[in-house]
């Protein structure tokens, strides 16, 4: 044992359980490990978060033995995290299906564990902890994700309206608009996504050729792309006159900002588009 540093089978003695046990525990990002050399690692300090956050389990456990709220409330996000950062994807799947398995909706694996899980991969990269290869992969593997349970996220009957959503020339955050696009279908709009990085001229195509489209939402989360996103909008309005641009994402701070850049409405998250769409529909 290195300083501080044990291997996944002192770590499952440390714990009096099965090594596979502990295998488990790891894939499902319940206990911090890593690997080098092809051999898992566990911190001391992880062990002991373990023990104390299965002895917390515990003592919170009601009478039916199941959780309940407790389990709907576990740290999956954190969990989310390690997997993600550990560049795990089968394991970051069983987050997610362990999170829907305790009762986590649709909508509260995309805003409560699949967003702060990014946030904070973020966080960590600002600071200077972790690398940018990380945020590549972590949007790689949470794409994966969408792909799978994105699907649930379809209303049957008819669409509420036609939604078109991109990142103008030089975004490269693809993960916002995907999620937001989900967000939307689930509350009956029909949503097109053109992803990131869509140059102008392309931009405005699409928009002239949709037919029925009632609006455009566009995505900035850096703040060097503010400027692509004015070209964007006011192409966007070229394109066609009656179509409702808004805009959204990190870089836009609110309303007053969004329109300075062209846009003719702002929102923050899928229910707030939402709630701008409803009121658009009203006076069309
Ligand atoms: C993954 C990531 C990357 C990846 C993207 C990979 C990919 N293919 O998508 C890569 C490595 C490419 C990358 C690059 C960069 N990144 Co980056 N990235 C991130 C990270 C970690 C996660 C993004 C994400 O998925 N967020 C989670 C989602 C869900 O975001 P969300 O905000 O919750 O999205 C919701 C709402 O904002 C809203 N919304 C978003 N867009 C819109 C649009 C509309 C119309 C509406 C209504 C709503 C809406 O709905 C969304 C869904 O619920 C963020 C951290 C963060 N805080 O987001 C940094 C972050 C966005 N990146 C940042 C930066 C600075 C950069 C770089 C400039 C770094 C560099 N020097 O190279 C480049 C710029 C690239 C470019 N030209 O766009 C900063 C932005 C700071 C700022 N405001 O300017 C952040 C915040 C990191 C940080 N903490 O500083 N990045």
Redesign the pocket.
Known sequence: MIDGVLTLQEAADELGVHYMTAYRYVRLGVMEASKSGGVWQVQRSAVERFREEAEAAAATTGPSGKGGARNRRAPWSRRLESRLVAGDAPGSWSVVEAAMAAGSELDEI??DV??PA??S???R??AGELD?SI??R??GIAMRILGRIGPRFGRRGRSRGVIALGAPA????????A??GD?LRLRGWEVSDFG?DVPTESLAHVIGQTPDLLAV???V?????LESLAEACAAAHVADPDVLV??????VADLDHARALGADAY????A??DEVLTQFVRTV
């Open positions: 995309y805003l699949l967003t990014m946030v991969i973020g966080s990269w600002e940018i945020e590549h972590a949007t030089g975004e490269f955050h693809a993960l916002p608009i999620m937001l967000l990131v939402g566009l995505s989360m850096s703040s060097e792309n808004v805009a959204g994402g990190l870089a929102a923050a998250s899928g707030e588009m």
